[in-house]
């Protein structure tokens, strides 16, 4: 389910892949930037601020503002400088990978 997102997609013809964030399937370009794929699905928050609670998303997409970090499969990582691949389970740092608080 595609929800509306201001960012398009510019290659059409390459294959998707099943991953998970925030406890819901989203069907994703295999191989394709974590942190762009996630924001033309619609996702706008990757993470929450530890003392405000203040979401956070993609900022510089190149690795050096630390804005994007997600868990995937258990591990914190940037999602702008990871690829997609099939069977991601992706949440919100400290949430246990589900993405709910």
Same mark, same amino acid.
């Given at each position: 389910? @595609?929800? $509306?997102?201001p960012? +398009? =997609? *510019? =290659?059409? &013809?390459?294959?998707r !892949? +099943?991953? %998970?964030?925030a406890g @819901?399937? /989203?069907? /994703? %370009?295999d191989g394709?930037? /974590?942190? $762009?794929? *996630? *924001?033309? $699905?619609?996702? +706008?928050?990757? %993470?929450?601020t530890?003392?405000?609670? $203040?979401?956070r &998303?993609?900022?510089?997409?190149?690795?050096?503002?630390f804005?994007c /970090? !997600? =868990? #995937?499969?258990?591990?914190?990582?940037?999602?702008c400088?990871c690829?997609?691949?099939a &069977?991601?389970? #992706?949440?919100?740092?400290?949430?246990g990978g589900?993405?709910?608080?």
């Amino acid at each position: 389910m @595609k929800t $509306a997102s201001p960012f +398009r =997609e *510019l =290659e059409q &013809g390459t294959g998707r !892949v +099943r991953v %998970r964030f925030a406890g @819901k399937d /989203l069907m /994703l %370009r295999d191989g394709g930037n /974590l942190a $762009a794929e *996630l *924001l033309a $699905a619609g996702v +706008r928050s990757f %993470r929450q601020t530890p003392v405000s609670g $203040a979401e956070r &998303g993609p900022f510089c997409m190149m690795g050096a503002c630390f804005d994007c /970090l !997600v =868990e #995937i499969d258990g591990v914190t990582r940037q999602a702008c400088m990871c690829e997609v691949s099939a &069977g991601m389970n #992706i949440g919100m740092p400290g949430t246990g990978g589900d993405g709910d608080a």
